[in-house]
Nanobody, 128 residues
Framework: QAQLMASGGGSVQAGGSLRLSCDAS????????MGWFRQVQGRDREGVAA????????YYSDAVKGRFTISEDSAKKTVVLEMNELTPEDSAMYYC?????????????????????WGQGTQVTVSS
């Protein structure tokens, strides 16, 4: 499996924006899913957004809906997570994941259990 690498994290003040990217070249010609997740130490990994390639289907958690946008940059073959109106509660390690499988015959694009291929994370820190 291709090694996934998330990039673009950093530190920003509340209200600011960041843009994360993940290489999707292995998956962009398939109907696979790619998801963005975040994790704070001591807490479960949380699904943030997901995209299903070549379907136009996008998925967002309630926590980020309206503030975050997931998209595919076809030219660069990356999946981008645009994060706006950031709050300190968005601070976490962010991961991208791919190679999805169904759970009991159903797709759960925002569940970490769906994905088999995980990349190294990128830290996002939002200060108040």
């Amino acid at each position: 499996q291709a090694q996934l690498m998330a990039s673009g994290g950093g530190s920003v003040q509340a209200g600011g924006s960041l843009r994360l990217s993940c290489d999707a070249s292995t998956y962009s010609s398939t109907n696979d899913f790619m998801g963005w997740f975040r994790q704070v130490q001591g807490r479960d990994r949380e699904g943030v957004a997901a995209i299903r390639f070549n379907t136009g289907r996008l998925y967002y958690s309630d926590a980020v809906k309206g503030r975050f946008t997931i998209s595919e940059d076809s030219a660069k073959k990356t999946v981008v997570l645009e994060m706006n109106e950031l709050t300190p509660e968005d601070s976490a390690m962010y991961y991208c994941a791919a190679t999805a499988s169904t759970l009991n015959g159903q797709w759960f694009p925002l569940s970490p259990k769906t994905y088999r291929n995980w990349g190294q994370g990128t830290q996002v820190t939002v200060s108040s």
